[in-house]
């Protein structure tokens, strides 16, 4: 610990193998319970899946906008064949984006409850922190689910 200043990483850990259902606040309880006042804690979560979803999207909209480009094309053009087809290719399109905005609000309804991956506290003081270092051998999945009753 530097004497100087004391930054947020002198007394935070990350907390590994949570249940991916944690309440942070009894998260927060537990831990301050078993070592000490907590600054504050954060969930990580697994975005694996709304993370590809939202690039899925952007993929979508770069294909609906050249469609809507080729359409305007071939109407300067007067092709109206390809007008037609440009305009069949956008609307299937666009139903693909309307059924990926579905499944993005889905998993953001869930996100905040299903997810969590691991925990990041950092404790007010330094005996905190050190005594819960001393507990970096015990699964913290394992005793969170004794004590928590999961």
Same mark, same amino acid.
């Given at each position: 610990?530097?004497?100087?200043?004391?930054?947020?990483? %002198?007394? #935070?850990?990350?907390?590994?193998?949570?249940?991916?259902?944690? %309440?942070?606040? @009894?998260?927060?309880?537990?831990? *301050? %319970?078993?070592?000490?006042?907590?600054?504050?804690?954060?969930?990580?979560?697994?975005?694996? @899946?709304?993370?590809?979803?939202?690039? *899925?999207?952007?993929?979508?909209?770069?294909?609906?906008?050249?469609?809507?480009?080729?359409?305007?094309?071939?109407?300067?053009?007067?092709?109206?064949?390809?007008?037609?087809?440009?305009?069949?290719?956008?609307?299937?399109?666009?139903?693909?984006?309307? @059924?990926?905005?579905?499944?993005?609000?889905?998993?953001?309804?869930?996100?905040?409850? @299903?997810?969590?991956? #691991?925990?990041?506290?950092?404790?007010?003081?330094?005996?905190?922190?050190?005594?819960?270092?001393?507990?970096?051998?015990?699964?913290?999945?394992?005793?969170?689910?004794?004590?928590?009753?999961?």
């Amino acid at each position: 610990v530097d004497l100087v200043s004391i930054t947020i990483e %002198d007394y #935070s850990v990350q907390v590994k193998g949570i249940p991916p259902n944690t %309440d942070p606040d @009894e998260l927060r309880t537990f831990v *301050q %319970d078993q070592f000490g006042k907590v600054a504050d804690l954060r969930l990580a979560r697994n975005n694996r @899946e709304l993370l590809a979803l939202s690039m *899925q999207r952007g993929r979508l909209l770069c294909k609906q906008e050249v469609h809507v480009m080729r359409r305007a094309k071939a109407r300067q053009e007067g092709k109206e064949s390809v007008v037609e087809r440009e305009a069949k290719n956008e609307a299937a399109v666009k139903e693909r984006l309307e @059924e990926n905005a579905g499944e993005i609000e889905r998993l953001q309804q869930i996100q905040g409850t @299903e997810n969590a991956v #691991s925990a990041f506290v950092t404790f007010e003081v330094e005996g905190s922190y050190m005594d819960c270092l001393k507990t970096a051998s015990t699964p913290w999945a394992r005793l969170l689910g004794r004590l928590l009753g999961r």
